[in-house]
């Protein structure tokens, strides 16, 4: 399973190297990428057998929620790609070479986030954090404006510099771990140092698993390094921003979330919840307020990432059964819901050749099917019924009562409904607004299709599930820590 996980965007990689029709490249991805969602429902089916462990891979219940999002986020950026290529390459004569650097880049970076979601040690998991930086910023930079290469290299040296605190943390890890007796090929083992728990150091494993979660933190867009989001969300492709948004920093968040189970089991429950307290409720504040004031759309919608990852984080934070429930749905409805907003937002930028929402106006009169797909998908992020982010947004809330901390939830319930008064004022101007009176292009009769996709998705998943769901909550039950 593990390496099918792996063959199968490595196949569409080599097939999108082929001189042939450059249909073959979209056909096989989406091909690869459906796969890879199938692998991911078959390995939470069979959760109850207990993770599959080999080697470096651990193939648990938390491993297949995110090969979940990935599939289902990839086939969908995937299905939008292919529409945006070929309005964005039809004048340039360096089209096809382009195309094909283009594919190659979108199938490694999904080879590098399962890596990131499967492993089991904490070495390759750094390496392949980095390397979604490596593939990420060619495919920022993908439009090669002044824009958005400046948005490319301030993402690569934000998420580099970040990464080399966590790296910094590793090691420490890796010090505490051979300082206990664990041999060197073991001692960045999760599972192992989980075993050990007992035997280890928690001094030093509080400035390792300290430095581990900033580190870690800066690629899920908390603060304090999260300032490379903006620019890199607005910068990159429509679909690009979708797999980054909707995938990236979840997958970046489930690190902090192991790194966060193994503290509990070292050093007690203490010491990670109130640093990713305050790092959540901290990125909640600076997002919040920035959506309210922010004038481009991308931008905004990244923000809105940046939000939601703070939610995330107290979360991980409280760590009971019901919190992690209802992480596990967020990160599922909120990775399609975003997806399918940048989907829309891309194709409005596309056909107005605008960023800014005051110059994008009208947009439900001129191209209504853009528009429709757009307000949606702002309602699932709104987190209104029957959006599943409704019973994710109440289930976090309601665990941090539960937990008795009463002023952090009202905290997070005032933070949740500044952001929105930014969303909801943006919706309105980008929709029901007079339209500019120059005529748009039209857009391709297909491009719609993964947005009304998604929103689907988003509202079955809605229906169907509540952090109080069995499947869902036995799955949370596997993965927190008994303390």
């Not at 909640?284 to 920035?290: D, E, H, I, P, S």
């Not at 191209?367 to 994710?392: D, N, T, Y």
Request: with cysteine.
């Amino acid at each position: 399973m593990t390496y099918d996980l792996l063959l199968l965007p490595l196949i569409a990689l080599g097939l999108s190297n082929l001189r042939t029709d450059y249909n073959i490249a979209w056909i096989t991805t989406l091909a690869a990428d459906g796969g890879i969602l199938i692998i991911g429902v078959l390995i939470l089916v069979h959760h109850n057998r207990g993770p599959i462990m080999a080697n470096n891979v651990r193939l648990d219940p938390l491993a297949g929620v995110l090969i979940i999002v990935i599939g289902t986020v990839a086939t969908l950026a995937a299905a939008a790609s292919q529409p945006y290529l070929t309005k964005h390459l039809a004048l340039d004569t360096a089209n096809e070479q382009k195309r094909r650097l283009y594919w190659n880049l979108f199938n490694l970076f999904t080879v590098t986030m399962i890596v990131a979601a499967i492993s089991n040690n904490l070495g390759i998991t750094w390496i392949a954090v980095e390397a979604t930086t490596v593939t990420t910023t060619f495919l920022v930079g993908f439009k090669r404006t002044p824009q958005s290469l400046e948005a490319a290299w301030k993402y690569a040296i934000i998420c580099s510099f970040g990464l080399s605190i966590a790296l910094l943390g590793v090691v420490v890890i890796y010090f505490g771990a051979t300082n206990a007796g664990i041999g060197g090929s073991q001692a960045l083992m999760i599972s192992v140092l989980e075993h050990h728990a007992r035997e280890l150091n928690p001094a030093i494993f509080r400035i390792g698993i300290g430095l581990c979660i900033i580190g870690f933190g800066a690629k899920a867009g908390l603060v304090p390094f999260h300032t490379w989001l903006p620019d890199a969300h607005s910068q990159a492709p429509g679909p690009i921003s979708a797999m980054m948004s909707g995938v990236l920093l979840s997958v970046a968040a489930s690190v902090v979330l192991r790194i966060s189970e193994l503290s509990s089991m070292i050093i007690g429950p203490s010491f990670a919840r109130l640093l990713l307290l305050c790092i959540g409720i901290l990125t909640m504040a600076v997002a919040a307020f920035l959506i309210v004031g922010q004038s481009e759309l991308k931008r905004m919608l990244a923000q809105s990432s940046m939000e939601q990852m703070g939610l995330v984080a107290i979360a991980i934070a409280i760590n009971s059964e019901l919190a992690i429930a209802a992480l596990l749905l967020h990160i599922v409805v909120h990775g399609i819901a975003k997806s399918s907003a940048f989907i829309s937002a891309g194709q409005m930028e596309e056909v107005t050749q605008q960023h800014r929402i005051s110059a994008i106006t009208g947009m439900l009169r001129t191209h209504p099917a853009i528009a429709r797909g757009f307000l949606l998908a702002l309602v699932a992020l709104l987190a209104i019924p029957p959006f599943g982010l409704f019973w994710s947004e109440a289930g976090i809330i309601t665990a941090v009562v539960a937990q008795g901390y009463f002023l952090w939830a009202i905290l997070v319930v005032a933070l949740l409904l500044i952001a929105s008064v930014g969303l909801v004022r943006a919706g309105l101007a980008l929709t029901l607004t007079q339209p500019r009176t120059e005529p748009f292009p039209p857009v391709h009769r297909y491009a719609s299709l993964p947005v009304a996709i998604a929103t689907s998705l988003a509202v079955i998943v809605g229906l169907l599930g509540s952090p109080t769901t069995h499947v869902i909550s036995s799955v949370a039950s596997s993965i927190i820590t008994k303390v």
